[in-house]
């Protein structure tokens, strides 16, 4: 009987563990079910959030302070002019940099090329070829004069050995064979003497012939040389004149703005006129800039060590530079400044209207976008995303330029809004 009453016990508990266990399960179930219903819901706002969020991160860097302008460079150059008129014969490349004395170009009236050229060139002909047998005919009479030589010296010997072996009539033919050998030599070597001095004369002669042609040459075609080093240029804008280290310091601010390039240049073969340019030669060791500064640029300037930075926007070089001149402030303020640039690019002495950046500091440290930074009533501050919101930071910006600022208050890599107007606009929470 107790084995009876047993039975519907158990059946009752295993009925109580199966309800448990299932009811656990389904909570089980409901909880992980809610928990990634939680989790897209989530991802799908964070997803929202983000989407009208436009955000950098603070990173280490450095920043130009300064100002951009335009400028005109300035060149140190002399300008070489034609003193008669002709043909130009270019006879090195454009943009070679040429030592004081070379022959950069000639200038020939075109009757006195085609009567004197060809002579000249039929007396260089006829001496390059009289040169060519000349060579060939001495190394002839040299290689005789060296096989008779030989053979003086082979008689010789063998003449040692027909005495040392006692034999009389080896030593008489070779006596005699000896006597032959040294008058072919005596010949050979009298008459390549006699033959290099004959040689030699008829060679003065063709030189002096060329020479005579050449000397005449020359007194009809004028020869321009470079007086000092530098970089040649067959190119001309028309300001060459006008616009000179020293000229420059007296340019106003409406002739700055006024200077106009007129391009023009030479080329091999090219008829020029008496008193036209012919090429420049650049000094290619000095470098200045002329610029028209409002008189707030003028004072930061005027105030501070300057660097030029120059080239496109995207890749500016930087420059040690100095203040060379300021003109008189016109009544607006403006005034031209000349600034001398050391260390440039070679390809800035081709230029003429260039975009430079006047650098007067450069600040390292944590960077952003300028337009992260927020005025706020006790200073600046930025909006740093946080859970589903934004919280206020306050910064000190340290320097910065009009695309970039270096700020105090923030770490590396910590996210700001770049578009802190969202804030207000999609009403984003702002944590305290």
Same mark, same amino acid.
């Given at each position: 009987?107790?084995?009876?009453?047993?039975?519907?016990?158990?059946?009752?508990?295993?009925?109580?563990?199966?309800?448990?266990?299932?009811?656990?399960?389904?909570?089980?179930?409901?909880?992980?079910?809610?928990?990634?219903?939680?989790?897209? $819901?989530?991802? @799908? %706002?964070?997803? !929202?959030?983000?989407? +009208? =969020?436009?955000?950098?991160?603070? #990173?280490?860097?450095?920043?130009?302070?300064?100002?951009?302008?335009?400028?005109?460079?300035?060149?140190?150059?002399?300008?070489?002019?034609?003193?008669?008129?002709?043909?130009?014969?270019?006879?090195?490349?454009?943009?070679?940099?040429?030592?004081?004395?070379?022959?950069?170009?000639?200038?020939?009236?075109?009757?006195?090329?085609?009567?004197?050229?060809?002579?000249?060139?039929?007396?260089?002909?006829?001496?390059?070829?009289?040169?060519?047998?000349?060579?060939?005919?001495?190394?002839?009479?040299?290689?005789?004069?060296?096989?008779?030589?030989?053979?003086?010296?082979?008689?010789?010997?063998?003449?040692?050995?027909?005495?040392?072996?006692?034999?009389?009539?080896?030593?008489?033919?070779?006596?005699?064979?000896?006597? $032959?050998?040294? @008058? %072919?030599?005596? !010949?050979?070597?009298? +008459? =390549?003497?006699?033959?290099?001095? #004959?040689?030699?004369?008829?060679?003065?002669?063709?030189?002096?012939?060329?020479?005579?042609?050449?000397?005449?040459?020359?007194?009809?075609?004028?020869?321009?040389?470079?007086?000092?080093?530098?970089?040649?240029?067959?190119?001309?804008?028309?300001?060459?004149?006008?616009?000179?280290?020293?000229?420059?310091?007296?340019?106003?601010?409406?002739?700055?703005?006024?200077?106009?390039?007129?391009?023009?240049?030479?080329?091999?073969?090219?008829?020029?006129?008496?008193?036209?340019?012919?090429?420049?030669?650049?000094?290619?060791?000095?470098?200045?800039?002329?610029?028209?500064?409002?008189?707030?640029?003028?004072?930061?300037?005027?105030?501070?060590?300057?660097?030029?930075?120059?080239?496109?926007?995207?890749?500016?070089?930087?420059?040690?530079?100095?203040?060379?001149?300021?003109?008189?402030?016109?009544?607006?303020?403006?005034?031209?400044?000349?600034?001398?640039?050391?260390?440039?690019?070679?390809?800035?002495?081709?230029?003429?209207?260039?975009?430079?950046?006047?650098?007067?500091?450069?600040?390292?440290?944590?960077?952003?976008?300028?337009?992260?930074?927020?005025?706020?009533?006790?200073?600046?501050?930025?909006?740093?995303?946080?859970?589903?919101?934004?919280?206020?930071?306050?910064?000190?910006?340290?320097?910065?330029?009009?695309?970039?600022?270096?700020?105090?208050?923030?770490?590396?890599?910590?996210?700001?809004?770049?578009?802190?107007?969202?804030?207000?606009?999609?009403?984003?929470?702002?944590?305290?």
């Amino acid at each position: 009987m107790p084995s009876e009453r047993s039975a519907p016990d158990g059946d009752r508990a295993r009925r109580r563990r199966l309800r448990s266990f299932v009811m656990g399960g389904a909570v089980l179930v409901l909880a992980v079910t809610s928990l990634t219903v939680w989790s897209l $819901r989530r991802a @799908t %706002a964070i997803s !929202a959030f983000e989407s +009208r =969020l436009e955000c950098a991160q603070a #990173a280490w860097g450095s920043v130009q302070e300064g100002f951009d302008t335009e400028a005109v460079v300035v060149r140190d150059e002399t300008v070489i002019v034609a003193p008669i008129e002709g043909k130009v014969r270019l006879l090195v490349a454009e943009g070679e940099r040429v030592k004081a004395g070379t022959v950069v170009a000639e200038i020939c009236r075109e009757e006195a090329r085609q009567q004197l050229e060809p002579p000249l060139a039929e007396a260089k002909e006829e001496l390059a070829k009289f040169d060519a047998y000349a060579r060939a005919r001495l190394t002839e009479l040299k290689n005789q004069v060296d096989s008779c030589r030989l053979d003086v010296e082979n008689e010789r010997r063998a003449l040692d050995r027909a005495r040392a072996s006692r034999d009389a009539s080896g030593e008489e033919k070779h006596k005699a064979a000896l006597g $032959r050998a040294d @008058t %072919a030599l005596a !010949a050979a070597s009298r +008459r =390549l003497a006699e033959e290099e001095k #004959a040689l030699k004369v008829r060679g003065q002669a063709l030189a002096a012939k060329v020479q005579e042609r050449e000397r005449s040459y020359r007194q009809a075609v004028c020869e321009l040389r470079a007086k000092e080093p530098g970089v040649v240029s067959f190119e001309f804008d028309g300001m060459e004149n006008s616009l000179t280290p020293s000229s420059a310091k007296d340019l106003t601010p409406d002739r700055v703005r006024s200077l106009v390039t007129s391009p023009v240049s030479v080329s091999d073969g090219s008829e020029v006129a008496e008193g036209e340019p012919v090429f420049r030669l650049i000094n290619n060791y000095r470098l200045l800039v002329l610029a028209v500064l409002s008189n707030e640029d003028d004072q930061v300037l005027a105030s501070s060590r300057v660097r030029v930075a120059c080239g496109s926007a995207s890749d500016m070089g930087l420059f040690p530079a100095r203040v060379v001149s300021r003109g008189d402030p016109t009544p607006s303020g403006d005034r031209a400044v000349l600034v001398e640039v050391s260390g440039f690019p070679q390809e800035l002495c081709a230029a003429r209207r260039i975009r430079v950046r006047f650098v007067t500091r450069t600040c390292s440290g944590l960077t952003i976008p300028r337009r992260a930074i927020v005025r706020s009533g006790e200073g600046y501050l930025v909006y740093v995303p946080v859970n589903l919101g934004v919280v206020r930071k306050p910064v000190e910006i340290v320097g910065g330029d009009q695309d970039t600022v270096v700020v105090r208050g923030l770490k590396e890599g910590e996210r700001v809004l770049t578009n802190p107007s969202v804030v207000h606009e999609a009403r984003i929470t702002v944590w305290r």
